[in-house]
């Protein structure tokens, strides 16, 4: 897409839309983190919100970006990380979904987001989104002849909104490609870890955007990674969940490199 705005979304000194870590990574596996960060650039002030609400799981997946850089060193692999908050683009949002800029969001309206004109909406695909995934693309395509499998780093809340628990501690989601759930779930299970399969969420095409485009569409194996908020609060905590999952990983490691060299990839989906 052309950048049709006319002004910079960052200012000087403000961070870039993404972060790159551990490029030259040895693992098959390859991190990315959509909702890392609940940065909005300095030009959007606080969308409106309070500062307690710019904190919230609203704008970012808390823990997650802690969990994804611990992951990055135990398993020496490759991460990317969004650089703004899910309010100012979600980044695993289709393009066309009503959520990739949402006007409010688990009940919270977003005022900062509910007249967002035109030059506004292309400034943020074109500073924020489109270079986040565009540097995804590039590491994957440089590693193109390696066995490559792609882990998507996200954390969910403890219960809905209703007071009712959710009794995964960490969750698997996937679309139409299972290949790489079907070697991790009980790879973390062994444990005894409740370990949602498809719960609290799933892919799909329509309400996700990074799995459907660098991992089905590559055809490479892949997964989204939830953890439960309340278990990666803290570093600490966080680096402990990053050790179970690396642990895990490395001990289907062998047959997830035999998945990304069978024939028969999951099928190619149509570019959004
Ligand atoms: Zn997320």
Known sequence: MTDTSTFSLLAPGEPPAFEIVNPAGSSSAFLICDHASNRVPARLGSLGLTEAQRADHIAWDPGAAEMARRLSVLLDAPLVLSGYSRLVIDCNRPRTNPQLMASQSAGVPVPGNTAITDEDSAARLSQLFEPYHEAVETLLAARADRPTTLLSIHSFTPDIGDGEPRPWRIAIAYGRDDRLARLLI?????????????????????????????????????????????????????????????AAYRSIEADAIRLTQSAGAAPPVDRR
């Open 186 to 246: 009980p790879a973390l299970r062994a444990d005894g870890t409740i370990v949602g399969d498809n719960q609290p969420y799933s892919v799909t095409a329509d309400s996700d955007y990074s799995i459907p485009v660098h991992g089905e569409r590559r055809g490479i194996p892949h997964v989204l990674v939830e953890t439960r908020q309340d278990g990666i609060r803290t570093p600490e905590t966080a680096w402990q969940w990053a050790e179970k999952l690396a």
